[in-house]
């Protein structure tokens, strides 16, 4: 990776971008939410005229909720504003309107960090993924489980509408108070919004609003997660050889998405600095790969390649590579499947 090949080199390139800047951040709030709320009421004024614009508008502003929960995620990280207990609110008030209790999700994606591409440690705020070898010692019932769980239509138009509408709503034993309380937080605060819009325009305007909205969003944003660790030259191992700058730089891909889905995408497709150093306020991080030549050999992933990321299902630890389930059928007996 260049001439940087200490631990302190990088830190102190990453260390350089991690400071918000609070015109930057309010800035960003401001063309994010301003613009979502009059799509939104766009929306509703669009009803009377045609449910088909209705649905276009929808597409734009779900593309402005996916911009305010990249928003959301930084006010985790505590990379948005420098003051955490404005990080707190913002990122609270946030979260209500993209239905995800702030501390119950900033507490899984944490450990999602400090564990991604580690194949010992699986399971938490990840996408369930099984070694070839785990998957042909499963059960037959566990195999047909885990293949429809991995199915595109389950994945991607499904699992997400049903994990932040519904699974994000209720508490785990798991849990701690904080994560509990987050979850009751977010339930209060959502009844008081969807029950003042429905009293406004009615359940079924706002339903008829508010659903393809979130289907999109939700849809889009688990794609953005998945395709971020899930690509062809994807990099994970065992404990013994987990690497915390390999695994950021390898196994977090650069996806390079056009530029205005960059945009709405708060710049998450630089994923690779972001897991480097979650401090960066998302607006920096494109400034942090252009500007250093560490990042330069770093392989993008592009938008069209990126949608073939779907047919992997299994790591495969003798090649090191992901691998689809044709693959592991040519390699084995029809009757092992």
């Not at 669009?46 to 990249?70: H, K, N, P, Q």
């Not at 564990?115 to 938490?124: E, F, H, I, M, S």
């Not at 389930?325 to 029809?334: A, I, T, V």
């Amino acid at each position: 990776m260049g001439r940087h090949n200490t631990d302190q080199d990088w830190i102190e390139v990453v260390k350089k971008y991690n400071t918000p800047d609070i015109r930057k951040s309010i800035w960003q709030l401001i063309n994010s939410f301003i613009p979502y709320v009059i799509i939104w009421y766009l929306m509703y004024l669009s009803l009377d005229i045609s449910y088909w614009l209705t649905l276009g508008l929808s597409v734009f502003a779900a593309a402005f909720l996916v911009r305010l929960f990249i928003i959301f995620h930084d006010c985790g990280h505590g990379s948005f504003f420098r003051s955490k207990k404005l990080n707190r609110v913002v990122g609270t008030i946030i979260g209500t309107l993209v239905f995800t209790p702030y501390d119950r999700w900033h507490s899984t994606h944490a450990v999602h960090h400090a564990t991604v591409g580690n194949l010992d440690k699986r399971g938490v705020g990840d996408v369930w993924t099984l070694t070839v070898e785990e998957y042909k010692n499963l059960p037959k019932w566990k195999k047909t489980a885990y293949r429809v769980y991995r199915n595109p239509v389950v994945l991607f138009l499904i699992g997400p509408f049903f994990l932040f509408v519904l699974s994000f709503r209720f508490t785990k034993k798991s849990m701690n108070t904080k994560e509990r309380q987050s979850v009751y937080l977010s339930n209060i605060l959502m009844l008081f919004y969807v029950t003042g819009l429905i009293l406004l325009m009615g359940w079924k305007s706002f339903l008829m609003i508010q659903l393809p909205i979130t289907y999109i969003s939700t849809t889009a944003g688990v794609w953005l997660f998945y395709v971020q660790h899930q690509y062809p030259d994807v990099v994970w191992s065992r404990k013994e050889e987990w690497d915390y700058k390999k695994m950021a730089l390898e196994g977090s891909s650069y996806l390079k998405l056009p530029r205005v889905l960059q945009w709405f995408s708060g710049n998450i497709g630089f994923h690779h600095i972001h897991h480097l150093s979650p401090k960066i306020p998302n607006y920096n991080l494109q400034r942090c790969h252009t500007e250093n030549e560490m990042f330069s050999n770093i392989k993008p992933v592009t938008f069209v390649p990126s949608m073939r990321t779907m047919s992997l299902k299994l790591w495969d630890e003798q090649r090191k590579k992901l691998i689809s389930f044709r693959k592991l059928r040519r390699s084995l007996k029809p009757n092992n499947i």
